[in-house]
């Protein structure tokens, strides 16, 4: 007898009418008795196969008892047209192998708690949710790859074990580098400075690590992390480029993960607003909402979590907070001529209470100033030598940012937590699996 062809569930529209090979686990099954339904994924999608007692041999039927949740199996069968079904066809199967009999797979059809899944993570990815939300997740690198190659900036990994600190020395992951300490890195950002110098327009895109001491939904303590650096930018342009980008990866995902985004149940037409442009407002006037919404806050100090949320949820598009006090930014931002308190940075809220998904602005370019700065924070002069060669040999304005991964899946996927947009989360404490 001739096998028929294998092929993917994504590619069963090519195939109406041919009897194919679906190679894939048993995700559910059901029976009336005379008829079996086997829902089966294959990693590109899940298909119901029909199983009918007349039209098989009697022990491909009977196997329908050793078919456990999530055993391997290979099915065969002819490919129909079912607009009620997931995806639009069914297979009307003629024979049934199982390749390995899995015994009591731990997740079942039940709601399982958190403390449950996040131990099971390597399991968990293969449930249909997580199975949605990690393709959302595989577009959105592709886009981001995509969107900065069209517009020619030049793509430069930078290290992740570093000798200096970008954002802070409170989260660093310190480790031992031949009897000198070593970091991983926060942020590829000072490298794309450098680089910004020799290419004009670069970016980063990789994993970023932060020793994060508090348990919110919106840290990971590895996350990844995509940096865009221009020379000769300023702030504004840094905005407009920002704003660029996020309607970009928007518009991508609705475009080609709409399938996964009903899976995911997400409400798209809130994504269908993210349209430009975006609000800009001044630190100062989400300092007033804040106060508006009767949150308990000092101004000048930075926001928190529930500080984001209300801003986050005052507008219906992500929003762009600009000229935060520099005090409360990092050493490198660049003070605004005018009001000298004031940083040129900026960062962007996502709506819905998602709270920051990006983080930037401009760059002090001035090596007097620059050497003083890193005086006031506290920070090893000698380990920022090179940076501020930067400032030595041809400083010019520049300006960039830091879009965080996670919270951008997490927001567009509609999933409150970032645990479930990274495959295996780097969370408080916690490193298994
Ligand atoms: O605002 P952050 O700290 O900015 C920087 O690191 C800059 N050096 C970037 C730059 O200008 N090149 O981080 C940028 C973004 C945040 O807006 C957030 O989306 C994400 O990175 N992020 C985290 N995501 C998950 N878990 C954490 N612990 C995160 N910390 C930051
Ligand atoms: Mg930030």
Known sequence: MSRPK???????????????????????????????????????????????????????????????????????????????????????????????????????????????????????LRSRKQWALMRIRSELEKAIADFFEDRKFVRIDAPILTPAAVEGTTTLFETDYFGEKAYLSQSGQLYMEAAAMAHGKVYC???????????????????????????????????????????????????????????????????EKVKKPFPRIYYSEAVNIIQAAGLPFKPGEDFGGDEETVISESFEKPVMVHHYPARIKAFYMKRDPKEPDLSLSVDMLAPEGYGEIIG???????????????????????????????????????????????RTIAWIAGVRHVREAIPFPRLLEKIYP
Do not use: C
């Open 6 to 124: 294998p092929v993917y569930i994504e590619d069963l529209k090519h195939h109406v009418g041919q009897e194919v090979e679906i190679r894939g686990w048993l995700y559910n099954k059901r029976s009336s008795g005379k008829i079996h339904f086997l829902i089966v994924r294959d990693g590109s999608g899940f298909v119901q196969g029909v199983v009918l007692k007349n039209q098989v041999p009697e022990e491909v039927f009977d196997l329908y008892d050793e078919l456990t949740l999530e055993s391997s199996v290979i099915l065969r069968g002819v490919v129909r047209e079912e607009p009620r079904a997931p995806g639009g066809y069914e297979l009307q199967v003629t024979d049934v192998q199982l390749v390995h009999q899995a015994k009591d797979y731990p997740i079942t059809k039940k709601e399982h708690g958190i403390g449950f899944l996040l131990p099971r993570r390597h399991l968990w």
């Open 205 to 271: 895109f990789g994993p970023t690590f932060r020793a994060e001491k508090s348990k919110t939904r919106r840290h990971l303590m590895e996350f990844w992390m995509v940096e865009p650096e221009v020379a000769y930018a300023t702030l504004e342009d840094i905005m407009d480029l920002a704003e660029d980008f996020v309607v970009y990866l928007v518009e991508r995902i609705l475009e080609r993960r709409r399938e996964e985004l009903k899976i995911l149940e997400r409400d798209t037409s809130k994504l």
């Open 360 to 406: 930037g602005g401009q760059r002090e370019d001035d090596y007097e100033t620059l050497v003083q700065r890193i005086r006031e924070y506290n920070l090893p002069l000698e380990s920022y030598e090179w940076y501020l060669d930067l400032r030595r040999y041809g400083s010019v304005p520049h300006a960039g940012f830091g879009l965080g991964l996670e």
